[in-house]
Protein backbone atom coordinates (compact mmCIF):
# COMPACT_ATOMS: atom_id res chain seq x y z
CA UNK A 1 0.00 0.00 0.00
CA UNK A 2 2.94 2.29 0.68
CA UNK A 3 5.74 0.77 -1.52
CA UNK A 4 8.05 -0.03 0.57
CA UNK A 5 7.46 0.92 3.25
CA UNK A 6 4.38 0.38 6.23
CA UNK A 7 3.43 3.84 6.89
CA UNK A 8 2.47 6.88 5.07
CA UNK A 9 5.53 9.12 3.67
CA UNK A 10 8.65 7.69 5.26
CA UNK A 11 12.30 8.83 3.88
CA UNK A 12 16.04 6.94 3.39
CA UNK A 13 18.31 9.11 5.38
CA UNK A 14 22.01 8.23 3.93
CA UNK A 15 24.74 8.06 6.78
CA UNK A 16 28.08 9.39 6.31
CA UNK A 17 30.90 6.68 6.53
CA UNK A 18 30.77 7.47 10.34
CA UNK A 19 27.18 6.29 10.75
CA UNK A 20 25.50 2.66 11.95
CA UNK A 21 28.32 0.71 10.61
CA UNK A 22 30.97 1.90 12.28
CA UNK A 23 29.18 1.80 16.21
CA UNK A 24 26.87 -1.67 15.37
CA UNK A 25 30.11 -3.37 15.65
CA UNK A 26 31.43 -1.53 18.82
CA UNK A 27 30.74 -3.56 22.47
CA UNK A 28 28.62 -1.64 25.15
CA UNK A 29 31.58 0.09 27.04
CA UNK A 30 31.27 1.17 31.17
CA UNK A 31 32.47 4.56 31.04
CA UNK A 32 34.45 5.89 34.17
CA UNK A 33 31.92 7.29 36.73
CA UNK A 34 33.09 11.20 36.61
CA UNK A 35 34.09 13.42 39.61
CA UNK A 36 30.83 15.42 40.02
CA UNK A 37 27.49 14.74 38.34
CA UNK A 38 25.05 17.43 37.54
CA UNK A 39 21.35 15.93 37.74
CA UNK A 40 18.60 17.33 36.48
CA UNK A 41 15.49 17.34 38.57
CA UNK A 42 13.24 17.99 35.30
CA UNK A 43 14.41 14.92 33.04
CA UNK A 44 11.07 13.78 32.33
CA UNK A 45 7.86 15.09 30.68
CA UNK A 46 5.08 16.21 33.66
CA UNK A 47 6.00 17.71 36.71
CA UNK A 48 10.11 18.27 38.11
CA UNK A 49 11.11 16.30 40.87
CA UNK A 50 11.57 17.93 44.55
CA UNK A 51 14.83 18.05 46.07
CA UNK A 52 15.12 16.21 49.08
CA UNK A 53 18.58 16.48 50.22
CA UNK A 54 20.92 19.51 50.51
CA UNK A 55 24.43 20.69 50.85
CA UNK A 56 26.74 18.93 52.67
CA UNK A 57 24.31 15.53 52.64
CA UNK A 58 26.11 12.21 52.12
CA UNK A 59 24.39 10.07 49.49
CA UNK A 60 24.83 6.79 48.00
CA UNK A 61 24.65 5.18 44.66
CA UNK A 62 20.54 4.31 43.77
CA UNK A 63 19.73 6.90 46.65
CA UNK A 64 16.82 8.76 46.12
CA UNK A 65 17.56 12.60 45.67
CA UNK A 66 14.01 14.01 44.17
CA UNK A 67 10.90 13.17 44.58
CA UNK A 68 8.46 12.49 42.18
CA UNK A 69 6.69 16.00 41.89
CA UNK A 70 3.39 14.06 40.72
CA UNK A 71 1.43 11.72 39.14
CA UNK A 72 3.08 12.55 35.96
CA UNK A 73 6.85 12.77 37.28
CA UNK A 74 9.40 10.18 38.00
CA UNK A 75 11.60 10.47 41.06
CA UNK A 76 15.52 10.82 40.49
CA UNK A 77 18.54 9.10 42.30
CA UNK A 78 22.16 9.52 42.70
CA UNK A 79 24.10 8.42 40.35
CA UNK A 80 27.36 8.64 42.50
CA UNK A 81 28.06 8.12 45.86
CA UNK A 82 29.48 11.00 47.26
CA UNK A 83 28.97 14.47 48.68
CA UNK A 84 26.00 16.81 47.52
CA UNK A 85 27.57 20.07 46.54
CA UNK A 86 24.94 22.45 45.76
CA UNK A 87 21.47 23.21 43.78
CA UNK A 88 21.71 25.50 41.08
CA UNK A 89 20.19 25.82 38.03
CA UNK A 90 21.49 23.70 35.04
CA UNK A 91 21.41 24.16 31.00
CA UNK A 92 19.47 20.81 29.57
CA UNK A 93 19.78 20.26 25.61
CA UNK A 94 16.23 20.70 25.06
CA UNK A 95 17.49 25.04 25.67
CA UNK A 96 15.95 24.62 28.78
CA UNK A 97 17.49 25.82 32.27
CA UNK A 98 16.34 23.65 35.48
CA UNK A 99 17.09 22.91 39.15
CA UNK A 100 19.88 20.66 39.40
CA UNK A 101 21.39 18.26 42.50
CA UNK A 102 25.54 18.05 41.88
CA UNK A 103 27.27 15.47 43.91
CA UNK A 104 30.83 15.19 44.25
CA UNK A 105 31.81 12.11 43.93
CA UNK A 106 34.25 10.29 46.65
CA UNK A 107 34.74 7.72 43.85
CA UNK A 108 33.95 4.30 47.18
CA UNK A 109 30.97 3.61 44.57
CA UNK A 110 28.48 2.72 47.63
CA UNK A 111 25.18 1.66 46.52
CA UNK A 112 21.98 1.28 48.60
CA UNK A 113 20.78 -2.31 49.50
CA UNK A 114 19.14 -3.07 46.62
CA UNK A 115 16.26 -5.29 47.27
CA UNK A 116 16.33 -7.76 44.16
CA UNK A 117 13.03 -9.99 43.15
CA UNK A 118 13.84 -13.63 41.57
CA UNK A 119 9.82 -14.27 41.42
CA UNK A 120 8.22 -11.06 39.30
CA UNK A 121 5.35 -13.58 38.09
CA UNK A 122 4.50 -13.40 42.07
CA UNK A 123 4.00 -10.16 42.52
CA UNK A 124 0.94 -7.79 41.24
CA UNK A 125 0.47 -5.42 38.57
CA UNK A 126 -0.20 -2.69 41.21
CA UNK A 127 3.19 -3.99 42.95
CA UNK A 128 5.20 -3.86 39.59
CA UNK A 129 3.93 -0.12 39.09
CA UNK A 130 5.48 0.69 42.25
CA UNK A 131 8.66 -0.55 41.26
CA UNK A 132 8.99 0.81 38.29
CA UNK A 133 8.05 4.28 39.47
CA UNK A 134 10.22 3.87 42.61
CA UNK A 135 13.00 3.22 39.85
CA UNK A 136 12.75 6.48 37.88
CA UNK A 137 12.31 4.99 34.65
CA UNK A 138 10.86 7.28 31.79
CA UNK A 139 11.14 6.39 27.88
CA UNK A 140 14.72 6.18 26.97
CA UNK A 141 14.23 6.22 23.57
CA UNK A 142 14.01 10.22 23.79
CA UNK A 143 10.39 11.10 24.61
CA UNK A 144 11.21 10.69 28.57
CA UNK A 145 7.35 9.97 29.24
CA UNK A 146 7.29 8.28 33.17
CA UNK A 147 7.03 4.60 31.92
CA UNK A 148 4.85 4.32 35.39
CA UNK A 149 1.83 6.22 34.14
CA UNK A 150 2.24 3.96 30.82
CA UNK A 151 1.62 1.12 32.40
CA UNK A 152 -1.08 2.24 34.97
CA UNK A 153 -4.15 2.27 32.49
CA UNK A 154 -6.65 4.51 33.45
CA UNK A 155 -10.24 3.54 34.32
CA UNK A 156 -11.99 1.93 30.98
CA UNK A 157 -9.29 1.77 29.20
CA UNK A 158 -8.62 -1.66 27.40
CA UNK A 159 -4.98 -2.73 26.46
CA UNK A 160 -5.39 -5.28 23.83
CA UNK A 161 -1.14 -5.20 22.84
CA UNK A 162 2.43 -4.17 23.92
CA UNK A 163 5.01 -2.88 21.09
CA UNK A 164 8.30 -2.75 21.39
CA UNK A 165 10.03 -0.12 19.92
CA UNK A 166 13.52 -2.08 18.25
CA UNK A 167 13.23 0.30 15.29
CA UNK A 168 15.74 2.66 16.14
CA UNK A 169 16.11 4.09 12.79
CA UNK A 170 17.53 7.45 13.06
CA UNK A 171 20.94 7.38 10.91
CA UNK A 172 24.46 7.18 13.63
CA UNK A 173 22.48 5.81 16.48
CA UNK A 174 23.27 2.09 17.79
CA UNK A 175 22.55 2.44 21.40
CA UNK A 176 19.15 0.25 20.91
CA UNK A 177 21.03 -2.18 18.49
CA UNK A 178 23.94 -3.24 20.76
CA UNK A 179 21.51 -3.63 23.80
CA UNK A 180 19.50 -6.28 21.55
CA UNK A 181 22.80 -8.09 20.55
CA UNK A 182 23.88 -8.27 23.99
CA UNK A 183 20.44 -8.23 26.56
CA UNK A 184 18.47 -10.20 24.73
CA UNK A 185 17.13 -12.10 27.21
CA UNK A 186 16.66 -9.58 29.56
CA UNK A 187 15.15 -7.80 27.17
CA UNK A 188 12.22 -10.56 26.67
CA UNK A 189 12.24 -11.03 30.47
CA UNK A 190 11.29 -6.90 30.84
CA UNK A 191 8.84 -7.75 28.20
CA UNK A 192 7.13 -10.02 30.35
CA UNK A 193 6.99 -8.29 33.68
CA UNK A 194 5.18 -5.03 31.28
CA UNK A 195 2.98 -7.64 30.05
CA UNK A 196 2.15 -8.74 33.60
CA UNK A 197 2.11 -4.88 35.04
CA UNK A 198 -0.12 -4.50 31.51
CA UNK A 199 -2.29 -7.60 31.99
CA UNK A 200 -1.81 -8.00 27.86
CA UNK A 201 -1.37 -11.82 26.54
CA UNK A 202 0.63 -10.41 23.14
CA UNK A 203 3.60 -8.24 22.65
CA UNK A 204 4.99 -7.59 19.16
CA UNK A 205 9.07 -6.51 19.24
CA UNK A 206 9.29 -4.62 15.82
CA UNK A 207 13.28 -4.11 14.95
CA UNK A 208 14.54 -2.77 11.15
CA UNK A 209 15.71 -5.24 8.80
CA UNK A 210 19.07 -3.66 8.67
CA UNK A 211 19.74 -5.66 12.29
CA UNK A 212 19.58 -8.66 11.30
CA UNK A 213 21.30 -9.94 14.30
CA UNK A 214 19.47 -7.95 16.66
CA UNK A 215 16.37 -10.07 15.12
CA UNK A 216 18.01 -13.28 15.19
CA UNK A 217 19.13 -12.73 19.46
CA UNK A 218 16.01 -11.50 20.33
CA UNK A 219 13.73 -14.11 18.51
CA UNK A 220 16.02 -16.91 19.66
CA UNK A 221 15.16 -15.34 23.39
CA UNK A 222 11.58 -15.23 22.64
CA UNK A 223 11.04 -18.94 20.97
CA UNK A 224 9.49 -21.03 22.95
CA UNK A 225 7.57 -18.33 25.04
CA UNK A 226 3.92 -17.61 24.22
CA UNK A 227 2.72 -14.10 23.17
CA UNK A 228 6.28 -12.84 22.43
CA UNK A 229 6.65 -12.31 18.66
CA UNK A 230 9.55 -10.25 16.51
CA UNK A 231 8.56 -8.10 13.16
CA UNK A 232 11.35 -7.03 11.14
CA UNK A 233 10.54 -4.00 9.54
CA UNK A 234 11.24 -1.75 6.30
CA UNK A 235 14.27 0.31 6.53
CA UNK A 236 12.12 3.97 6.58
CA UNK A 237 12.58 6.73 8.79
CA UNK A 238 10.60 7.38 10.71
CA UNK A 239 9.88 3.88 11.55
CA UNK A 240 10.48 3.98 15.30
CA UNK A 241 7.72 6.87 15.43
CA UNK A 242 5.01 5.48 17.93
CA UNK A 243 2.23 6.32 15.37
CA UNK A 244 4.44 4.77 12.39
CA UNK A 245 5.05 1.25 14.96
CA UNK A 246 1.87 1.48 15.75
CA UNK A 247 0.52 1.41 11.82
CA UNK A 248 2.92 -0.88 10.75
CA UNK A 249 2.28 -3.66 12.99
CA UNK A 250 -1.38 -3.24 13.58
CA UNK A 251 -2.43 -1.40 10.86
CA UNK A 252 -4.36 0.90 13.65
CA UNK A 253 -4.41 4.67 13.30
CA UNK A 254 -4.18 6.43 16.29
CA UNK A 255 -6.14 9.76 15.80
CA UNK A 256 -5.25 12.97 15.49
CA UNK A 257 -4.85 14.64 19.54
CA UNK A 258 -5.24 10.52 20.34
CA UNK A 259 -2.96 8.21 22.33
CA UNK A 260 -1.88 4.76 21.69
CA UNK A 261 -3.69 3.40 24.45
CA UNK A 262 -7.04 4.83 22.20
CA UNK A 263 -6.46 1.76 20.18
CA UNK A 264 -5.48 -0.44 22.89
CA UNK A 265 -1.89 -0.19 22.03
CA UNK A 266 1.03 1.04 24.36
CA UNK A 267 4.52 0.90 22.99
CA UNK A 268 7.93 1.25 24.92
CA UNK A 269 11.54 1.33 23.63
CA UNK A 270 13.80 -1.53 24.45
CA UNK A 271 15.61 0.78 26.47
CA UNK A 272 12.66 0.98 29.02
CA UNK A 273 12.20 -2.94 28.94
CA UNK A 274 15.95 -3.58 29.87
CA UNK A 275 15.33 -0.27 32.50
CA UNK A 276 12.15 -2.05 33.99
CA UNK A 277 14.06 -5.70 34.41
CA UNK A 278 16.62 -4.50 36.00
CA UNK A 279 14.42 -2.01 38.31
CA UNK A 280 12.33 -5.57 38.70
CA UNK A 281 14.89 -8.27 38.70
CA UNK A 282 17.94 -6.30 40.64
CA UNK A 283 15.90 -3.32 42.76
CA UNK A 284 17.93 -0.92 40.47
CA UNK A 285 16.96 2.62 39.80
CA UNK A 286 17.45 4.47 37.00
CA UNK A 287 21.52 5.51 37.51
CA UNK A 288 22.68 5.10 34.30
CA UNK A 289 22.13 4.36 30.49
CA UNK A 290 23.31 3.63 27.10
CA UNK A 291 24.52 6.27 24.70
CA UNK A 292 26.08 6.23 21.52
CA UNK A 293 28.65 8.44 20.45
CA UNK A 294 29.31 8.97 16.95
CA UNK A 295 30.47 11.21 13.93
CA UNK A 296 33.63 12.93 14.21
CA UNK A 297 35.22 11.04 17.49
CA UNK A 298 37.73 9.23 17.65
CA UNK A 299 36.65 6.50 19.37
CA UNK A 300 33.34 6.35 18.85
CA UNK A 301 31.04 3.75 20.13
CA UNK A 302 28.36 2.98 22.85
CA UNK A 303 28.75 3.88 26.36
CA UNK A 304 27.00 2.71 29.26
CA UNK A 305 27.13 6.71 31.37
CA UNK A 306 26.02 7.47 34.83
CA UNK A 307 23.04 10.31 33.99
CA UNK A 308 24.42 13.73 35.40
CA UNK A 309 27.81 13.20 33.60
CA UNK A 310 28.95 16.53 31.69
CA UNK A 311 28.68 15.61 27.81
CA UNK A 312 32.40 17.35 27.53
CA UNK A 313 33.63 14.23 29.69
CA UNK A 314 32.03 11.58 27.85
CA UNK A 315 33.95 13.17 24.60
CA UNK A 316 37.09 13.04 26.17
CA UNK A 317 36.52 9.37 27.11
CA UNK A 318 35.94 8.81 22.85
CA UNK A 319 39.41 10.47 22.87
CA UNK A 320 37.86 13.50 21.45
CA UNK A 321 37.11 15.25 18.65
CA UNK A 322 38.01 14.83 15.33
CA UNK A 323 39.34 18.38 13.49
CA UNK A 324 36.38 19.54 11.27
CA UNK A 325 33.29 19.38 13.60
CA UNK A 326 30.87 21.82 12.40
CA UNK A 327 28.49 20.62 14.70
CA UNK A 328 27.15 18.36 17.91
CA UNK A 329 23.65 17.37 18.31
CA UNK A 330 22.19 15.92 21.04
CA UNK A 331 20.33 13.14 20.14
CA UNK A 332 20.48 11.51 16.40
CA UNK A 333 20.89 13.42 13.41
CA UNK A 334 16.79 13.82 12.39
CA UNK A 335 15.49 14.85 15.82
CA UNK A 336 18.31 15.43 18.09
CA UNK A 337 19.52 19.65 19.31
CA UNK A 338 22.19 21.03 18.56
CA UNK A 339 24.26 22.00 21.58
CA UNK A 340 26.81 24.50 22.51
CA UNK A 341 27.89 24.29 25.97
CA UNK A 342 29.32 21.12 26.50
CA UNK A 343 29.19 20.78 30.29
CA UNK A 344 25.17 19.96 29.88
CA UNK A 345 24.81 16.56 31.13
CA UNK A 346 23.69 13.36 30.38
CA UNK A 347 20.40 12.69 30.89
CA UNK A 348 17.93 9.70 31.11
CA UNK A 349 16.94 10.44 27.47
CA UNK A 350 20.08 11.00 25.85
CA UNK A 351 20.00 8.17 23.22
CA UNK A 352 23.20 9.44 21.46
CA UNK A 353 25.97 12.52 21.11
CA UNK A 354 26.68 12.85 17.29
CA UNK A 355 30.23 15.29 16.64
CA UNK A 356 28.60 16.45 12.80
CA UNK A 357 31.02 17.98 10.25
CA UNK A 358 29.84 19.84 7.19
CA UNK A 359 27.14 17.56 6.21
CA UNK A 360 25.07 19.28 9.06
CA UNK A 361 25.91 22.47 7.74
CA UNK A 362 22.54 24.40 6.79
CA UNK A 363 22.26 25.55 3.34
CA UNK A 364 20.55 28.84 2.50
CA UNK A 365 17.14 28.44 1.94
CA UNK A 366 15.56 28.60 -1.71
CA UNK A 367 11.90 29.72 -2.30
CA UNK A 368 9.33 27.05 -2.36
CA UNK A 369 8.91 25.46 -6.30
CA UNK A 370 5.80 23.61 -4.85
CA UNK A 371 6.99 20.32 -5.87
CA UNK A 372 5.27 18.42 -3.21
CA UNK A 373 8.15 16.08 -2.28
CA UNK A 374 7.48 17.49 1.46
CA UNK A 375 3.97 16.55 1.60
CA UNK A 376 4.98 13.06 -0.01
CA UNK A 377 7.50 12.49 2.75
CA UNK A 378 5.48 13.40 5.61
CA UNK A 379 4.47 10.06 8.18
CA UNK A 380 1.41 11.91 8.93
CA UNK A 381 -0.18 13.38 6.09
CA UNK A 382 0.31 17.14 6.32
CA UNK A 383 0.89 19.39 3.92
CA UNK A 384 4.48 21.25 5.51
CA UNK A 385 4.81 23.75 2.72
CA UNK A 386 1.35 25.35 3.08
CA UNK A 387 1.87 25.30 6.88
CA UNK A 388 4.94 26.78 6.59
CA UNK A 389 3.65 29.40 4.30
CA UNK A 390 1.31 30.29 6.75
CA UNK A 391 3.66 30.39 9.98
CA UNK A 392 6.18 32.36 8.36
CA UNK A 393 3.38 34.82 7.47
CA UNK A 394 1.85 34.92 11.17
CA UNK A 395 -1.63 33.07 10.33
CA UNK A 396 -1.12 30.65 12.95
CA UNK A 397 -4.81 29.86 12.74
CA UNK A 398 -4.16 28.76 9.35
CA UNK A 399 -1.35 26.39 10.07
CA UNK A 400 -3.65 24.90 13.10
CA UNK A 401 -6.27 24.28 10.27
CA UNK A 402 -3.91 22.40 8.70
CA UNK A 403 -2.80 20.18 11.59
CA UNK A 404 0.40 21.46 12.44
CA UNK A 405 -0.29 20.09 15.85
CA UNK A 406 -0.22 16.88 14.75
CA UNK A 407 3.29 17.60 13.20
CA UNK A 408 5.74 14.94 15.42
CA UNK A 409 8.57 16.69 13.72
CA UNK A 410 10.63 14.25 12.22
CA UNK A 411 12.34 16.33 9.72
CA UNK A 412 11.96 14.05 6.85
CA UNK A 413 9.90 16.97 4.62
CA UNK A 414 13.42 19.29 5.90
CA UNK A 415 15.34 16.32 4.75
CA UNK A 416 13.98 16.04 1.05
CA UNK A 417 13.03 19.51 -0.01
CA UNK A 418 15.44 20.60 -2.92
CA UNK A 419 14.61 24.47 -1.60
CA UNK A 420 16.29 23.68 1.56
CA UNK A 421 13.51 25.25 3.28
CA UNK A 422 13.13 25.04 7.26
CA UNK A 423 10.59 23.41 7.64
CA UNK A 424 10.37 21.44 10.63
CA UNK A 425 11.98 24.31 12.49
CA UNK A 426 8.95 26.71 11.32
CA UNK A 427 6.68 24.17 12.62
CA UNK A 428 8.21 24.10 15.81
CA UNK A 429 8.02 27.28 15.91
CA UNK A 430 4.58 27.34 15.17
CA UNK A 431 3.49 24.96 17.48
CA UNK A 432 5.39 26.70 20.51
CA UNK A 433 2.93 29.93 19.45
CA UNK A 434 0.02 28.01 19.43
CA UNK A 435 0.78 26.57 22.51
CA UNK A 436 1.56 29.72 24.31
CA UNK A 437 -1.52 31.41 22.94
CA UNK A 438 -3.77 28.17 23.80
CA UNK A 439 -2.29 28.58 27.37
CA UNK A 440 -2.96 32.86 27.54
CA UNK A 441 -6.42 32.27 26.28
CA UNK A 442 -7.47 29.87 28.73
CA UNK A 443 -5.69 31.66 31.50
CA UNK A 444 -8.03 34.80 30.29
CA UNK A 445 -10.84 32.28 29.86
CA UNK A 446 -10.27 31.54 34.09
CA UNK A 447 -9.95 35.00 34.99
CA UNK A 448 -12.80 36.30 33.21
CA UNK A 449 -15.15 33.18 34.57
CA UNK A 450 -13.39 34.10 38.02
CA UNK A 451 -14.74 37.77 37.98
CA UNK A 452 -18.10 36.92 36.65
CA UNK A 453 -18.30 34.82 39.97
CA UNK A 454 -17.03 37.02 42.05
CA UNK A 455 -19.31 39.88 40.49
CA UNK A 456 -22.87 37.60 41.43
CA UNK A 457 -21.33 36.76 44.65
CA UNK A 458 -21.11 40.76 45.90
CA UNK A 459 -24.53 41.34 44.41
CA UNK A 460 -25.93 38.54 46.65
CA UNK A 461 -24.16 39.64 49.34
CA UNK A 462 -25.62 43.38 48.17
CA UNK A 463 -28.91 41.79 48.09
CA UNK A 464 -28.90 40.42 51.33
CA UNK A 465 -27.96 43.64 52.74
CA UNK A 466 -30.66 45.52 51.11
CA UNK A 467 -33.18 42.91 52.65
S1 LIG B 1 9.68 20.17 -0.73
FE1 LIG B 1 10.37 22.27 -0.41
S2 LIG B 1 10.24 23.20 -2.42
FE2 LIG B 1 9.06 21.30 -2.53
S3 LIG B 1 6.95 21.92 -2.01
FE3 LIG B 1 7.91 21.34 -0.12
S4 LIG B 1 8.71 23.25 0.74
FE4 LIG B 1 8.31 23.62 -1.42
S1 LIG C 1 8.37 17.35 10.49
FE1 LIG C 1 6.14 17.39 10.66
S2 LIG C 1 5.42 18.16 8.71
FE2 LIG C 1 7.56 17.53 8.41
S3 LIG C 1 7.41 15.42 7.70
FE3 LIG C 1 7.62 15.29 9.92
S4 LIG C 1 5.50 15.24 10.68
FE4 LIG C 1 5.42 15.94 8.54
Known amino acids: MFGKHLFPGGVHPKEGKNGKAV ?3 NAIVDMTAPARVV ?4 QHIGAPAKPIVKKGDH ?18 HATVSGTVDEIRPCLLASGLTVQAIVIDNDFKDEWIELKPCDHPETLSAKELQDLVREAGIVGMGGATFPTSV ?8 VI ?6 GAECEPYLTADHRLMIEQPNRIVDGVHIIMTALGVKEAVIGIENNKPDAIAAISQAASGLGGISVKGLPVSYP ?3 EKQLIYAITRRQVP ?5 IDVGVVVMNVGTVFAVDEAVRDGKPLVERITTVGGLVNNPGNYRVRIGTPISLLLDTCGGLQNGVKKILNGGPMMGMAINDLEIPITKGSSGILALGKESEE ?3 GPCIRCGRCQRACPMKLSPYLMDLYIRNEQYENSEKLGVMNCIECGACTFVCPAKRMLTQSFKTGKRVITTRRKTQAEREKAQAEAVEKEKAAAKAEEKKED
Open 23 to 25: NSG
Open 39 to 42: IPLS
Open 59 to 76: VLVGQVIGEAGGFVSAPV
Open 150 to 157: KITPGPGK
Open 160 to 165: EKLIIN
Open 239 to 241: QGG
Open 256 to 260: NGGLP
Open 363 to 365: PAE
